[in-house]
């Protein structure tokens, strides 16, 4: 499978923006799929995770509330829908699949055995 991530912009602090994520290949419906982000000089870290068909959703704590997960199996799409944005949100967005299927859903990066390539997501002040 192979995830392309879109969606990303610069946005002035309150905003939204709507992330997508495409996967090609392999068997969308039955994987647990995540978002995560990085910004400069810090790690990775856990946005959100959604279970394979949408009926459990997990959130950052610095997220919850303003940032909504998705997905549409008939399109082999996730979504991020990102409103109230903050300059610290400002970071490289990845989405990410675990391909183990019907499993229950990780939120650590170690869970995720394939990655997007990332869409940068730059929130001004």
């Known amino acids: 499978v192979q995830l392309q991530a879109s969606g990303g912009g610069l946005v002035q602090a309150g905003g939204s923006l709507r992330l997508s994520c495409v996967a090609s290949?392999?068997?969308?419906?039955?994987?647990?799929m995540a978002w995560f982000r990085q910004a400069p000089g810090k790690e990775r870290e856990f946005v959100a995770a959604?279970?394979?068909?949408?009926?459990?959703?997990y959130y950052a704590d610095s997220v919850k509330g303003r940032f909504t997960i998705s997905r549409d199996n008939a399109k082999n799409t996730m979504y991020l829908q990102m409103n109230r944005l903050k300059p610290e949100d400002t970071a490289i967005y990845y989405c990410?699949?675990?391909?183990?299927?019907?499993?229950?859903?990780?939120?650590?990066?170690?869970?995720?055995?394939?990655w997007g390539q990332g869409t940068q997501v730059t929130v001004s002040s």
């Open positions: 990410a699949a675990d391909r183990a299927p019907l499993t229950v859903v990780v939120l650590t990066s170690g869970g995720y055995d394939v």
């Open positions: 290949g392999g068997t969308f419906s039955s994987y647990s």
């Open positions: 959604i279970s394979w068909n949408g009926g459990r959703t």
